[in-house]
């Protein structure tokens, strides 16, 4: 099976949680996924090619913060509270189009990391290094 991991963030605050989530797994090696960071989900399209599965890993507003959730798309739950975020074409959005598209892999998983309102342009903390390595394993165990 070919998985992609894709964080979705910037390099800036909390929304910079995707990428160290992505970074961390990637370095840990544990299968042979294809791991890439994104600043705009819709770049997400031009890496669908042949995988068979998709993960997407995002800060999330409205999720207690450090907390997080997991979805299998397609998810009403999710569908009717979308919006861009903070990277106007949300990641909804852009599932939607690659399904539009045929481009769906067979499964596709969102991984929503909850942050505080407002920390996304704020520095990342160091207090909250030490907390991604819990969220990373919980990740791992949400797509093992």
Known sequence: ML?????????????QVGWTVVDRLKARRL??????KVANPIDVLD????????????????????????????NQQ???GADGGSH???????????GELQLLPKRV?????????????????????AEIDAIVEEVETLYA
């Open 3 to 15: 998985r992609l991991v894709v964080g979705v963030g910037s390099p800036h605050g909390a929304d």
């Open 31 to 36: 299968d042979d996924a294809t791991y890439i």
């Open 47 to 74: 890496c669908l090619g042949e995988c068979d599965e998709l993960i997407l890993v995002d800060a999330v507003h409205g999720l207690t913060p450090k907390t997080i959730q997991c979805w299998k798309w397609p």
């Open 78 to 80: 999710i569908t009717d």
């Open 88 to 98: 106007g074409l949300g990641i909804v959005q852009v599932l939607e189009l690659a």
């Open 109 to 129: 998983m969102i991984i929503g990391i909850g942050v505080e309102q407002g920390r996304v342009s704020e520095t990342w903390m160091p207090s909250q290094e």
